[in-house]
């Protein structure tokens, strides 16, 4: 199950596809998210945010404060500051 995918800074959008998994660190520890995941709210935590695109592709973010939300297999993460990080 895909999951469509969003994630802004205070500025820009600064990726958004479909990815089949996302990992953030949330104020309460790491989280992974996968297709069907419950609905959620967390506050972000500065560090890096891992997606694995439908393709298999592996895109990294940086992000500073902000917040992810899950609902019905979209994730949007909003952080103040995000910019994607070069392999």
Do not use: C, Y
């Not at 419950?38 to 500065?46: D, H, I, K, N, Q």
């Amino acid at each position: 199950m895909a999951l469509n995918v969003s994630v802004v800074s205070a500025h820009s959008e600064i990726w958004s596809g479909e990815a089949s998994q996302v990992i953030a660190k949330t104020t309460e520890g790491e989280i992974g998210i996968l297709g069907g995941h419950e609905p959620l709210l967390a506050l972000l935590a500065s560090g890096e945010v891992r997606v694995t695109t439908a393709g298999g592709e592996k895109i990294k973010v940086d992000a500073e404060d902000g917040f992810l939300s899950v609902d019905h297999d979209t994730v949007t993460i909003v952080a103040g500051k995000a910019a994607l990080v070069q392999a």
